[in-house]
């Protein structure tokens, strides 16, 4: 028997007779594979975000003229950004206002990604 603990009606009852909760992520498969998922949801989104920061720069550097997209090495790196944030950024872009040549889009994009890793976080916890 351990030290006496207050039991809820406010007695002293045996440590060992205390109801234990259940750990939030015990042991078994089930609660393992949903946290390797959800790691593996938060790693996917981190790979995300470099995407979508590295096409918001890319697409400036074109803009520009730093960069030329008759490159075969810049056309690619540039097409494949495009093909992976575009179905991201189109819904975005359609909500959003008219602001003058000026996308924040992506921005837009990086705030969801950061909430959705917040929420996943937050009930890994």
Do not use: C
Request: charged share 15%.
């Amino acid at each position: 028997m351990g030290p006496p603990r207050l039991s809820s009606a406010g007695g002293l009852r045996p440590a060992a007779a205390v109801a234990r909760v259940p750990a939030r992520h015990s042991s078994s498969g089930g609660g393992l594979a949903m946290t390797s998922i959800l790691l593996l949801v938060i790693w996917i989104l981190n790979i995300y975000k470099w995407v979508l920061i590295a096409a918001a720069v890319l697409s400036w550097l074109i803009a520009f003229d730093v960069l030329n997209k008759r490159s075969r090495a810049v056309y690619l790196i540039a097409d494949f950004l495009n093909r992976v944030t575009e179905p991201v950024l189109r819904p975005i872009r359609r909500i959003l206002p008219n602001l003058g040549g000026v996308d924040v889009s992506p921005i837009i994009a990086l705030l969801l990604v950061w909430f959705i890793q917040d929420l996943i976080v937050r009930n890994l916890l």
